[in-house]
């Protein structure tokens, strides 16, 4: 591969922490500075959904309240509604992801509504953010179940495509394709992305894995070879879904970056302090993580 930057956006107070009992903000703050620290320049902080479902991510606009503190950090807020959009616009986030699951079944669990009900729901949401009082949000639009769901099996990849399309013609700035459940492989990866590159122009395309079954980092490597240089991780591997049964672990941050690096990739995440803050992360959650480098440290260190 010639030499290619990706960038990693930290997942793990967001999307980490989402599916843990929740933790302290005192906590949540210990490990956005570890995060910090890493040398990482996207971080996903929270998420502006009902608490009543994610309790986890009850202190949101709280936690945003510290956010100015990092000014180097782009931050980024995931909604599932308007009314999310517009609580995160309120809190001075000015990245928000919204995420329009590609089947029914998923997208009803997760959200209340169809996957072309969540679609339709673009417009709105690209409306708040661009009018944000101050400086205009930007919004990336997350398909997930991109691969397969949990409750209806294969996404067929026209679908996929569909709502892509949709989310560029509606105005969103970024796009992103997730493996929800942590299913997909190598090739299926090449050819979905190859797919969605082709529609949606100059809009920049994010992936994201779980390594539910062990073929998240091969697959971020296979979306790297296909043209995408937006990857999603979480410190120690932290993660997973809460309305999608069996769904586990997001890739892990450092492991990300020990592929990425020794491949000849080019990150700004330095695997060290990668390591450092998925050892914080497994302190606030006080369970082991899945992470292989918090077991196994990487190959220079451990000559």
Known sequence: MTQT?????????????QIE???????????????????VREVEATAFVSPTKVPSMADAAELATHLHNYADIEFSALVASPNGA???VAAGLRSIEYVVAADDAFSTANVGRTSAEATAQIDEIV????????????????IATAWDSPFEG?????RVVEIAAAARDRGADRISIADTIG????????????????????????????????AGLASAYAAVTAGVTRLDAAVGGLGGCPFA????????T???????????????????????????ARSAVGHDLPGALLRAGDRIRSR
């Open 5 to 17: 930057h990706v960038t990693i956006r930290e997942v793990g107070l967001r999307d980490g922490l």
């Open 86 to 88: 517009k609580r995160a």
């Open 127 to 142: 409306t708040i953010a661009h009018a944000a009082p101050g400086s205009p949000a930007t919004v990336e639009v997350i």
């Open 245 to 252: 049964p069996g769904a586990t672990g997001n890739i892990a």
């Open 183 to 214: 299913t997909t492989t190598p090739g299926r990866v090449t050819a979905l992305s190859a797919q969605v590159l082709e529609v949606i122009g100059d809009l920049p395309l994010g992936a994201h894995f779980h390594n539910t079954r062990g």
């Open 154 to 158: 294969p996404t067929p990849p026209r």
């Open 21 to 39: 009992t929740p933790i302290p903000l005192s906590a949540k703050l210990e490990l956005l500075a570890a995060v910090a620290a890493t040398g």
């Open 254 to 280: 450092e492991d990300l970056v020990y592929l990425l690096t020794d491949s000849g990739c080019t990150v700004d995440v330095d695997l060290q302090a990668a390591i450092a803050a998925a050892e914080v």
